[in-house]
């Protein structure tokens, strides 16, 4: 084979295996591509991080600040009312909210036969009673044994008489709590957790205190169950009563007793329905007040006289729904009572509520509202008792403006006014 032929079949047989036999130089940008990726990511998610750091430090605050909130929706406690004729009788004929039988043409109870049934009848609720009670107090049970005390001087009662938003709203005597606004509360189980006091009524001596359902453990759930209102409106002088709560002194303790006396206390904006009882009162008791069916009737009120007495339930359902709702009522200024029959007989007054007496820069006041006027309309609803007044009042919010019809005497009778009243929350 020739020179040329030899050097021609070797320039054929490297072009034949150049693939194999050619060096792979990889590119740099691809090396380090998922290096620089890697960066790259870091980066970004730390820009991200900044940004959501400042948005949240500066733009929601100043958003805060600058734009209304849209409310979050929550359920409102809700308490059947009562209905009040103005005579102290309810409006629904032959209710007896006693439940001692019925009575006979002559007013008397048959069906029982003896009073030892009708005690017995009362004993029966106890048990159920205790189940809508709990103790609360200022201090937990730990700081008690530490200072060797039996029984805490402090404990007092309160009652479950609702539940709303996953919450127990329970109501118990504003001063025997002092100005705390969270105190213990003390379950049958021997297990205790901490509530908050939510509001407070001077005039009632009454504060509404609320515990949290997801505190509370599986037996303490068991343990309680809301009470029953009823309508006091149907309690009589003479009937029977059950007492449970702080009673001469000693707590938890229960007793039996009858109405004496019915009177009334006026407040401002509203009218209590007062039973006055044969039971002792001791200085810083505390009770509540049932029927024969279990069904509360009244709590007990602060007295200067030495036999226990009980603001009927009725008059308080209004002001404690809005107590739990809005953590306080509407404040209108008035010291009212009802115009009955007889003074309208007597005085030629028309039919509504007298007001006595105007409290000075008091809502009332500011609009004009004065002294022997008759309030017999608000919000375009008629209102003859002041018991449905301070319902419709209690409804309204902070700042509400209130329409009130009236009544003013003048040279030649009684002539209609009209006011607009703006009522604040107290």
């Known amino acids: 084979m020739s020179d040329k032929e030899i050097n021609k079949k070797q320039d054929s047989d490297e072009k034949e295996y150049a693939l194999y036999t050619e060096r792979i130089v990889q590119s740099p940008k691809a090396k380090y591509k998922k290096y620089i990726n890697g960066v790259r990511t870091v980066l970004i998610a730390g820009a991200l991080i900044l940004a959501l750091s400042l948005f949240i430090r500066y733009v929601i605050p100043w958003y805060g600040e600058n734009f209304p909130q849209k409310q979050v929706d929550r359920d409102e406690l809700t308490i059947e009312k009562d209905e009040y004729d103005g005579e102290g009788l309810a409006v629904l004929e032959g209710d007896d909210s006693l439940n001692l039988g019925p009575r006979d043409n002559a007013g008397e109870i048959t069906g029982l036969d003896s009073y030892q049934e009708i005690m017995n ?11 809508s009670i709990v103790a609360i107090d200022r201090y937990p049970s730990s700081l008690n044994r530490f200072v060797q005390e039996d029984v805490s001087p402090t404990e007092t009662c309160a009652l479950i008489i609702g539940y709303v938003n996953s919450e127990y709203v329970l109501i118990s005597k504003a001063s025997a709590i002092g100005e705390a606004d ?7 189980t021997g297990e205790e957790l901490e509530g908050n006091v939510k509001c407070r009524d001077k005039d009632t001596d009454l504060a509404v205190i609320t515990i949290r359902a997801v505190d509370m ?5 068991k343990s309680v169950k809301v009470a029953a209102l009823d309508n006091s409106y149907n309690v009589h002088q003479g009937d029977l009563f059950l007492a449970y709560g702080r009673l001469y002194g000693q707590n938890k303790a229960v007793d039996y007793g ?9 407040t401002t ?3 209590f329905e007062i039973f006055n009882s044969n039971l002792a009162y001791y200085e ?3 009770s509540f007040i049932f029927n024969s069916s279990g069904n509360v009737i009244g709590i007990s009120t602060v007295t200067s006289g030495s036999t226990l007495s009980i603001i009927g339930i009725s008059d308080l359902k209004a002001l404690i729904e809005a107590m739990a709702n809005k953590g306080g009522y509407a404040y209108f200024g008035i010291m009212g009572r009802n115009v009955t029959a007889d003074m309208v007989e007597l005085y030629d007054l028309p039919m509504g509520i007298f007001i006595s007496e105007v409290e000075v820069d008091s809502p009332a006041y500011n609009a004009g509202l004065q002294a022997g006027d ?8 008629s209102v003859l008792t002041i018991q ?6 209690y409804q309204c919010s902070d700042g509400q403006n209130v329409f009130v019809k009236a009544m003013r005497m003048g040279k030649d009778g009684y002539y209609d006014v009209k006011f607009n009243v703006t009522v604040t929350i107290g």
Request: with cysteine.
């Open 121 to 131: 009848a009362l004993r029966l609720r106890v048990a159920e009673i205790k189940k």
């Open 388 to 393: 449905l007044f301070s319902e419709k009042l």
């Open 182 to 188: 969270d105190i213990i509360v003390r379950f049958s």
């Open 258 to 266: 009858t109405v004496s006396e019915k009177t009334s206390k006026v």
């Open 269 to 271: 904006d509203n009218t």
């Open 374 to 381: 008759v309030i017999c309309g608000i919000n375009g609803s």
């Open 217 to 221: 453990s599986y037996t303490m759930l």
């Open 284 to 286: 810083g008791d505390s």
